[in-house]
């Protein structure tokens, strides 16, 4: 499982070079992190870690998309050759299977352990009220952007 997905992430990473339509990037970033959080969450016990970076990253990913829809709303794709998404696909293959892979089932046991150990370290009795603290503010923060955002006003151009 861990052998595809990193084979997938370096083919998304080689087709990323010919792209040049933001939202083809974004798309591209998307199918990536989607990609790192199965990669995260195979390799550790905990699933907050991929879901908090997913989150996070679709949330940026959503203000680039309508950044861009507003800005470039007409532009068209252009799509690369056969020749060159053959050799995007050729590619990956080859280097997975000419290399050792760089992960190791010893290497995997001994990542989950010491990360398990650092996340209980945030939740120990000494760090609650650093926890707490930083969870308060992040959702403070949160209820003054929803505040501050008006639905009629925005950074974005109206469309007529």
Not at 55 to 64: F, R
Request: net charge positive; hydrophobic share 55%; with cysteine.
């Amino acid at each position: 499982m861990v052998n595809m997905i990193v084979s997938l992430m370096m083919f998304f990473c080689s087709i990323m070079i010919s792209l040049n339509h933001p939202i083809s990037l974004g798309f591209m970033i998307l199918m990536q992190t989607i990609l790192v959080c199965m990669l995260t969450r195979i390799l550790t016990f905990s699933a907050w870690i991929p879901l908090s970076m997913f989150l996070v990253m679709v949330g940026g990913l959503m203000v680039v998309f309508t950044y861009v829809n507003s800005i470039c709303s007409n532009s068209k794709f252009s799509f690369t050759s056969w020749k060159m998404t053959l050799f995007y696909m050729i590619t990956p293959t080859y280097i997975i299977y000419t290399q050792p892979l760089v992960f190791n089932y010893y290497d995997n046991l001994q990542l989950k352990d010491n990360f398990n150990l650092e996340f209980v370290k945030l939740f120990l009795t000494i760090n609650i009220y650093s926890s707490m603290f930083t969870f308060l503010y992040l959702l403070i923060a949160l209820i003054i952007m929803i505040n501050l955002i008006g639905l009629t006003k925005g950074p974005l151009r109206k469309k007529y």
